[in-house]
Structure formats: structure tokens, C-alpha cells
């Protein structure tokens, strides 16, 4: 996988896009039967939340998280062969960023990019949070974060975060049930 990319906007539903690379394709071959695509109930974005170590969010209006991997150059990758001989990636790399609502008189604390890595989770339901039996998508990316401070003069504002993924373990993703 060369991305993968989580995006989410104010109204709609959690989409995910992926870029492959691989080997073509030379040959065809028939298939018998009938395919029956899966019905599955989207991930909306409305009840979504976001927290991390500070506060937890429960009005985000956009949220999109972007991976990606570096591949080795075709020269070091081929070598000396009319096939390719290594095909790793050489670097992975992701970014999260995110807008909310603020109300102003929440406190609003400004990350440091100096500040050691944090983790961030995003929430999203197929349905009703708190319903037995709805199914969750979590995100959960470590990094270093930089926050945008809004103008604190308006009654209700929009604040927005960008993270840049690193360490160890920068990026969990929990499908699971709620109980």
C-alpha cells in the first residue's frame, strides 16, 4: 500500500481511499457465479469526538488523517536485473488534521511542537454512540501537534490542529462493537 487516506466532513460519512502498487496483470480467466456486494451501514460523521491527553471534542466539523509510504527508488530497487530485485519502502510519513467548534469560554490550550509525541483518538459510529451493537471505527495517531489559535473575540469559533505522525507506534485503528 503506497496511502491511505481517512476523511470525514461536517454532515457526511467516514470515506477511505488506498493507492496500491503492484504486480499487472497478464492474464484473464473466466469466473463462474454470482457476486453479492456486502451491504454495509456507513460510518457517519455526526456524534464523531476526538480526544487526546487535554480535552476530548465533540463538535469537529472536518477530519481527515493521510498515509503514506515512500518507495525505494527504481534504480536501487532494479539494480542490475531487468526485474526488480527489492521492492521495499524506503519511509512512511502520515499527517492528521482536524476543525471544531469552540465555545468561547472553553479554554483553549496551544500545543508546543517542542512537546513530546501525544496521542490522538477520532471516534466514529455506524450509528448511535450509545446504542449495544453499533459498530466504531477508532483512529488512534501519536506525533506532534500544532494547534491554531482562533480569535477568542467571537461568541463561537473554529479551532484546527495539525499532527504530524512519528515514533514507535504512530497509528492504531480499533473496529470493534459498543457493549
Known amino acids: 500500500m503506497e496511502t491511505l487516506n481517512f476523511s470525514a466532513e461536517q454532515g457526511g460519512v467516514l470515506t477511505f481511499e488506498a493507492t496500491f502498487s503492484a504486480k499487472s496483470i497478464t492474464w484473464e480467466a473466466a469466473t463462474e457465479g454470482t457476486y453479492t456486494a456486502p ?84 471516534k466514529f459510529y455506524n450509528g448511535v454512540s450509545t446504542t449495544s451493537g453499533t459498530k466504531y471505527i477508532q483512529i488512534t495517531t501519536k506525533g506532534k501537534f500544532m494547534r491554531e489559535a482562533p480569535d477568542p473575540d467571537a461568541g463561537m469559533f473554529k479551532g484546527s490542529l495539525t499532527q504530524t505522525l512519528g515514533g514507535a507506534e504512530p497509528l492504531e485503528i480499533v473496529y470493534d462493537e459498543v457493549e
Open 39 to 122: 451491504t454495509i451501514k456507513p460510518f457517519q460523521f455526526a456524534g464523531s469526538s476526538i480526544t487526546d491527553s487535554e480535552f476530548t471534542l465533540t463538535a469537529p466539523t472536518s477530519y481527515s488523517c493521510n498515509l503514506s509510504a515512500t518507495l525505494l527508488e527504481d534504480d536501487i530497487s532494479y539494480g542490475n536485473s531487468a526485474t526488480r530485485v527489492c521492492n521495499s519502502k524506503q519511509m512512511y510519513s502520515g499527517e492528521i488534521s482536524y476543525e471544531a467548534l469552540y465555545l468561547s469560554g472553553e479554554e483553549l490550550d496551544v500545543a508546543d511542537m517542542q512537546e513530546a509525541s501525544t496521542a490522538i483518538t477520532a
